[in-house]
């Protein structure tokens, strides 16, 4: 192109708005706008803003919070907790399976929060106990879980866990879920109906100390060699569990923390961490459905709690037990229901830590 | 045609400028997603701190090898407009991820880069600082796609409209 070309600006007014009157400056102008208007729409289909009622975290924390209220600064489930501090020590049993050195032998401190699912409530033998742990390694990596005694979890994916809050969401009128909407639920969805009625089968603890603690879903542990084993596991109590009973022993809201309280101020409180390796076929993408019952079971170490703790500010209140906070050696398995955990619980935490906090119900007795 | 950036100077600036894209939308897309949560997060913590690495560099290779000049006759608004976009993009590409790597110390989550390598928090962990920064991280991240938004439109201006070499002074790899 010579300079003489009627298309090209010349040096002189190539950046006077009279530039614009040249032949194609309107197509190029156009142009531009196309690309950018492009760009803009792609983000904004990635942030989800054209798919407003595609369920994601935020419909989540709000589901609970319609169902169980709002307690500002605490958490929207397992709101009612204590936390814990003690110790594991890993005997050597696991290494084959993961190469994560917390299963070599030797100790490593860990911390943790003892909580009721739910919104804050009176406890009851109804409780779902539940032990949330912080594995702090020796190589500075970090193992977090979040488990339950339940020994199957009531949904499958995401928007069946979505579908179950809303349908549990209290009718303003009479302040109590519609029924009629939870039998619909139930009707669409027989994995919970079959899941509750393993779940209905198998008792609470009378007290977290002797409770046993599930994960639910389905992990890997990853050796030295990167070979992977679908597992699953249990928090197995060194006191002997006995059943809770069928009314609240007791008239004092916190019956279940004072009792756990009372145990840990006499002695350290133990329990198995107990791997099942699951076998090929096994499913690992479902958590409503149990493993055959005669799976290898592996101890890989003992947990000791040694102290409990009211939340406060920097202790377990302050931490999200993300379980897709994982050490090298550990790894996600394909259950759709852990990387909505993880991001449920990241949505939860950035909610409660903006709010102002208040003391938690379950306060300690001074001395213990 | 104009004098060009220094090869490393383009180099650079085209590598951030994928990462970055990438960064932008792997971020507003992570926060409303449930099935790839994970590993979007998983991507986006090491690819951050990559960018920040880089921008490090970006900012020296700058200082000694300078950028060439506008062209003369550049209106005095304009290069008011190219000069200030640049320090505010340089300063973003700062502390987008600067404020990430701090929200996720005051969080008290551990800082996971790739293969179980981690890096040291920054802050103590705080609720209050981790209210404070989680919502700046967005909003000067959704700053920076704006100031993208801008950078990406006088590019497009300097090439098709204005043809002044600026464009190509970037974008050209003819030798």
């Known amino acids: 192109m010579s300079d003489s070309d009627p298309r090209k600006p010349s040096p002189e007014n190539r950046y006077s708005l009279s530039a614009l009157a040249r032949p194609g400056a309107l197509a190029s102008l156009a142009l531009i706008a196309a690309i950018l208007g492009v760009v803009a729409a792609a983000f904004a289909w990635s942030a989800g803003w054209f798919s407003p009622h595609r369920v994601d975290q935020t419909h989540i924390v709000n589901a609970f919070e319609a169902d169980g209220g709002v307690r500002a600064g605490f958490r929207r489930n397992h709101a009612k907790g204590v936390c814990f501090t003690g110790w594991f020590d890993g005997n050597g049993a696991a290494v084959p399976f993961s190469r994560a050195s917390l299963f070599e032998r030797g100790r490593v401190p860990v911390f943790g929060r003892f909580s009721i699912a739910g919104p804050i409530a009176p406890d009851s033998p109804a409780a779902v106990h539940s032990m949330a742990i912080n594995y702090t390694l020796s190589d500075g990596e970090v193992w977090r879980t979040a488990m339950v005694p339940i020994p199957v979890f009531v949904v499958r994916d995401p928007k069946s866990f979505y579908d179950q809050l809303v349908a549990a969401v209290p009718d303003p009128k009479t302040g109590k879920p519609d029924p009629s909407r939870m039998k619909a639920f139930l009707a669409a969805h027989p994995e919970t109906l079959r899941a509750i009625g393993l779940i209905k089968a198998q008792p609470f603890a009378t007290g977290f100390a002797n409770e046993r603690y599930n994960s639910l879903n389905t992990f890997l542990l990853v050796n030295a060699q990167g070979a992977a084993t679908p597992v699953r596991w249990t928090m197995e109590p060194v006191d002997s569990f006995a059943p809770a009973p069928k009314t609240a022993p007791s008239s004092d809201p916190n019956y279940l923390f004072d009792a756990l309280g009372k145990r840990v101020s006499q002695g350290p409180v133990r329990w198995h961490l107990i791997f099942v390796l699951g076998r090929p076929g096994d499913p690992t993408n479902d958590a409503t459905l149990p493993w055959p019952r005669d799976r290898t079971r592996i101890d890989a170490g003992t947990l000791t709690v040694t102290g409990l703790q009211a939340e406060a500010p920097g202790n377990c209140r302050d931490i999200n037990f993300d379980p897709m906070v994982l050490p090298s050696g550990i790894a996600p398995s394909d259950d759709p229901l852990l990387p909505a955990r993880s991001a449920v619980y990241s949505a939860d935490f950035t909610r409660r830590e903006g709010e102002a906090k208040t003391p938690s119900p379950v306060q300690l007795q001074a001395g213990r | 045609m104009g004098k060009r950036f220094p090869a490393l100077s383009r180099l650079l600036h085209w590598l951030m400028a994928l990462m970055i894209l990438a960064m932008l939308f792997i971020g507003i897309g992570m926060v409303s997603s449930l099935a790839d949560y994970h590993r979007l997060v998983s991507i986006h913590r090491p690819l951050g701190i990559v960018i920040l690495i880089l921008v490090s560099i970006r900012l020296l290779n700058r200082l000694f090898n300078p950028p060439p000049p506008l062209p003369a006759g550049f209106p005095p608004l304009l290069r008011f407009a190219a000069d200030g976009s640049h320090y505010l993009l340089y300063a973003l590409m700062f502390a987008v991820p600067l404020v990430g790597w701090s929200m996720l110390s005051a969080a008290g989550y551990p800082i996971a880069m ?62």
Do not use: Q
Request: net charge positive; charged share 10%.
């Open chain 2, 114 to 175: 790739w293969g179980g390598v981690h890096l040291p928090p920054i802050l103590p962990h705080s609720a209050a600082l981790y209210a404070l920064l989680r919502p700046l991280h967005t909003a000067l991240a959704l700053l920076l796609f704006v100031t993208f938004l801008a950078h990406l439109a006088a590019a497009l201006t300097h090439a098709f409209l204005f043809r002044d070499g600026v464009f190509e002074s970037m974008a050209s790899w003819r030798k």
